[in-house]
């Protein structure tokens, strides 16, 4: 499969609550984001085996900040997708923010181990998304709950990340302050897409402001002014998000396909 063909696979089988007919061995990757946990299975190919997610605020701003409320989540999806398969699956692989280090690093791997998963692998988010969309030379954009990461690639090889604190979680504090609701009520009206045209002016600054700090990441990083950018995430489900987060950049983006599922499905592929 093609990557973009692989994303629109793995949402089929999500939502549907089905398993492709693929041999095994299988890797699995565990993606435990500020707003959503999502377990994704895959072939030794990278294609999509399948997957279940969770909402959830059990990370936040890409520190896990309830362990056995993760950990829980995360036995859920596994005995979900396990029975679906008629398997059992026994190693995963995490991922982090770019530059999360220490005992912060080493929680999503305690994490998915209490569940019953055997660590093999922790990559940052937006390598695992550049693998799903089969990037070797470009940029890609990973907007989180809590953090933003970049990762640069050239040739195949990594040689620039980092991140900082902005994401989909400053959308919901936005949309909480203008309608003068609870936080976990804007969480739900920013998942709504038929409410997307009616909140975007009120959020346009945000998404102005992560192109400003995205922009600001790469100052000084000249050389990859004309690399191709890719932007996946939460936040890049809006409705109308590309054409803005464009128009704020400077130059065109690119958003993939259900692009809360590829950094899901990227870390899979490292599983």
Known sequence: MEAYEKI???HELMETKTVADLPGPYKVGVDLGTADVVLVVADEAGNP???SLRWASV???GLVVDFRGAMLIVEELKAEVEARMGITLDKGATAIPPGTVGRNALACGHVIAGAGLEPVCQVDEPVAAARALGITHGIVVDIGGGTTGIAVLRNGE???TADEPTGGTHVSLVLAGAYKMPFE??????RDAAQHRRIMPVILPVIEKMAAVVTAMLAGQEEYHDYPVYVV????CLQGFETEFSKA???KVHVPPHPLLVTPLGIAMFG
């Open 8 to 10: 629109y696979k793995l």
């Open 49 to 51: 085996v399948a997957g």
């Open 59 to 61: 990370v936040r701003d």
């Open 158 to 160: 990594l040689v620039f």
């Open 185 to 190: 009520e804007a969480e739900l009206l920013k």
């Open 233 to 236: 995430g939460g936040t890049a």
């Open 249 to 251: 950049f400077g130059r």
